[in-house]
């Protein structure tokens, strides 16, 4: 029979609450399991009746007959005709940890593969998941046209009925990939067609694609410093060596891939609106970027992560449609422009690179699911993709122009703003003498997301600063966070 603190130990488990969406039978099983594994219950040793232990536990018998058949099952217990239920002997080479008052053993040192360890030191992505301002790179979700994307996907599931419950084509579904060709022609300037765009669940996941099938492990990559952080950690985690190249008012200093001492395979670039400074590459740059990758047969890595937000005229077509020679990898996200849970990106592709890069896709999450692909592709066909994006860009620049203006009110003695062309987050340059990582951590605990420009460069000694995403928040939401950020400040200047 179970000693009584054992009887205690299965009635606790049982009216454990976080146990409580599992069946009784299944409970106690559990329990009885676990004082096995604990080493509470030896090898050998006899199991209560299960008359008894029913009135025990105030349940009836067929409850603990089948406890015990799901644990004789598994193997922890035997049963004996005519003589009852045991612990299995088996269970004397089941590790216990701190069975019978022994010291546990300490785990062993953790091993990871080289490519392991950097991501894991790399700290991975840090994905804002509740908006708090002013996280970069957040939409505005509350104004986004529900009713409408809900008509669209019933739409889909009435056409497609069972088929849309099915996998994808791992490249996607064929009507998304017409409309991301179409879209990116007519309002980026690509050359793109729906053979050679490749559907995926983010522009990061495409920089994981480009890091492990373009280069191998210590190849060089040449990328822009200051850079986006998830490509640097991409290229990282993937062994490449990174070759930082500055940047001036015109975006990344071209000439110095031509001057390189030691080639590269690739580079990597934000040209139209340029992460984090916000400038864009000159129209001679984009040329002599494409001409560079012609000679070393190299590869371009373009970014345009978020070119629908752009406030001073029309942006810069891509360099990927100037580049008649096939060179260029263009990868754009519905992250920013849509909303985050979407989950999906793309890349539009050489014509030669389509089968090995689609090919790869299978071996990290296999397709996307049809169903949104299929009702993204009607939200653009219909034109909602576009009125859309047109109306955020304007509440965006109205938002961005309120957010400078706040700064400049209640932050001049710290910061000083820098006013982009586009985008969902400004830069501001710290003049206070304070540093970058104080702000940052008092500024999180008043409820506050700030992203440091200094990690941001690879070289030299950057002046720190902030980038601020004004995106998603209302200008009053604004107003009440720069007060908070002020206060913020105040208090480190003490």
């Not at 040192?109 to 080289?114: A, E, K, T």
């Not at 990116?184 to 300037?189: Q, Y």
Request: hydrophobic share 45%; net charge positive; charged share 20%.
């Amino acid at each position: 029979m179970f000693k009584h603190a054992q009887l205690e130990s299965v009635k606790a488990w049982i009216g454990d609450p976080a146990h409580g969406a599992l069946p009784l039978h299944a409970r106690i099983q559990r329990a009885i399991r676990q004082l096995i594994l604990d080493g509470a219950l030896d090898a050998g040793k006899p199991l209560p009746a299960s008359r008894a232990l029913a009135k025990s536990l105030g349940v009836s018998r067929d409850t603990v007959e089948s406890a015990y058949t799901q644990l004789h099952a598994e193997g922890f217990i035997e049963r004996r005709v005519g003589s009852g239920s045991f612990v299995s002997e088996r269970t004397q080479r089941l590790p216990r940890p701190g069975a019978r008052g022994r010291p546990a053993a300490q785990p062993a040192p953790l091993r990871l593969s080289q490519r392991g360890a950097a991501m894991y030191q790399g700290g991975g992505l840090r994905d804002f998941l509740v908006p708090r301002p002013f996280a970069p790179g957040v939409p505005e979700t509350r104004s986004f046209p529900l009713p409408t994307w809900e008509r669209l996907e019933r739409q889909v599931l009435k056409e497609y009925g069972t088929q849309a419950l099915l996998h994808s084509p791992p490249q996607g579904m064929a009507p998304l990939r017409r409309a991301i060709a179409d879209y990116v022609n007519l309002e980026r300037g690509a050359r793109a067609t729906p053979e050679r765009v490749l559907i995926l669940t983010s522009s990061q996941q495409a920089l994981t694609l480009c890091a492990t099938v373009l280069l191998d492990a210590g190849e060089r990559i040449f990328i822009e410093d200051p850079a986006y952080h998830g490509a640097r950690k991409a290229f990282d985690a993937a062994s490449l060596e990174c070759v930082p190249v500055p940047l001036d008012a015109d975006g990344m200093q071209v000439e110095r891939l031509h001057a390189a001492r030691h080639p590269a395979k690739a580079v990597f670039l934000t040209p139209s609106h340029q992460f984090p400074t916000g400038a864009t590459l000159a129209l001679e740059r984009r040329l002599a970027l494409i001409e560079w990758a012609r000679q070393q047969q190299a590869w371009i890595i373009e970014d345009d992560y978020d070119s629908e937000f752009h406030y001073a005229g029309k942006p810069t077509a891509c360099v990927q449609g100037l580049d008649a020679h096939e060179r260029t990898l263009y990868i754009g996200t519905f992250t920013k422009s849509l909303f985050p849970g979407l989950r999906i990106g793309f890349m539009v592709l050489p014509s030669q690179l389509v089968a090995p890069m689609t090919a790869a896709r299978t071996l990290l999450d296999g397709h996307s699911a049809p169903i949104p692909q299929l009702t993204l592709a009607r939200f653009m066909e219909g034109g909602h993709f576009g009125a859309h994006v047109r109306t955020m860009r304007a509440v965006y620049a109205e938002r961005l122009a309120v957010l400078e203006r706040l700064v400049r009110k209640h932050l001049a003695d710290f910061l000083e703003p820098i006013m982009p062309a586009g985008g969902m987050q400004m830069p501001c340059l710290l003049h206070c003498g304070i540093p970058e990582r104080a702000v940052i951590d008092a500024a999180q605990r008043a409820g506050i997301d700030l992203l440091g420009l200094t990690a941001l460069h690879a070289s030299g000694a950057p002046r720190g600063g902030f980038l601020m995403g004004f995106a998603a928040y209302a200008p009053r939401e604004l107003e009440i966070a720069v007060k908070k950020l002020a206060e913020v400040f105040r208090a480190l200047s003490r």
